[in-house]
């Protein structure tokens, strides 16, 4: 009896350390999350490990809050660039708003070539809008997409950018509404 119960809790406790193992080798792939929007609210980490492979480009942390397990659907990340690209990235942040609005709106190139010969252009399906605001004493942009038809579609995306020595920060929420947006920005800020 007792070989038994030793054998028994050594097949335990090798799985219990296996499975430790296996969790501490996922999490750097997972990043750190965001804590104020944590699991227990339905906030899952994206894995984010090597598979950003883009120079001047880090992926700090992504969460999500799918559908399933929020009542609002969310998206949040913080991401770090730097060199050129970091350069680049905060030039378009900090272009003309209405300027903004005009790239966002505007389809990927091929859509829009296939667009041009497929039918003749109707009247657009959302109307995006692009404004600035500020928060934890960094800039802010607001984009806020809806839908034409009356449907009550609508997407915001909130985006808090600064520079940390040579790097610059953007911290970025995704959601339905304009004030959910910035608030999960902020936490993704927060979380830098």
């Known amino acids: 009896m007792k070989r038994e119960r030793s054998r028994s809790r050594f097949h335990v406790v090798s799985a219990v350390l296996c499975g430790a193992?296996?969790?501490?080798?996922c999490a750097g792939r997972f990043g750190?999350?965001?804590a104020e929007l944590p699991a227990s609210q339905g906030w899952e980490p994206l894995?984010?490990?090597s598979w950003v492979l883009n120079d001047g480009l880090e992926a700090r942390t992504m969460v999500f809050c799918p559908r399933a397990s929020c009542t609002q659907q969310g998206f949040a990340s913080v991401i770090a660039f730097?060199?050129?690209e970091a350069a680049r990235i905060e030039q378009a942040l900090n272009a003309d708003p209405a300027r903004l609005a005009s790239l966002f709106s505007k389809p990927p190139a091929d859509e829009a070539r296939t667009r041009k010969t497929a039918r003749p252009k109707g009247p657009p399906?959302?109307?995006t809008s692009v404004s600035r605001f500020e928060a934890e004493g960094v800039a802010g942009l607001l984009v806020?997409?809806?839908a034409s038809d009356g449907s009550g579609k609508s997407a915001t995306t909130a985006i808090l950018h600064g520079r940390?020595?040579?790097r610059l920060l953007v911290a970025l929420a995704v959601s339905a509404d304009a004030a959910t947006a910035r608030r999960d920005a902020v936490a993704a800020w927060r979380s830098r």
């Open 82 to 84: 730097s060199g050129d």
């Open 21 to 25: 193992l296996l969790l501490s080798a």
């Open 47 to 49: 894995p984010i490990g």
């Open 164 to 166: 940390e020595a040579e």
């Open 32 to 34: 750190f999350g965001i």
């Open 125 to 127: 399906k959302s109307t």
């Open 144 to 146: 806020e997409i809806a």
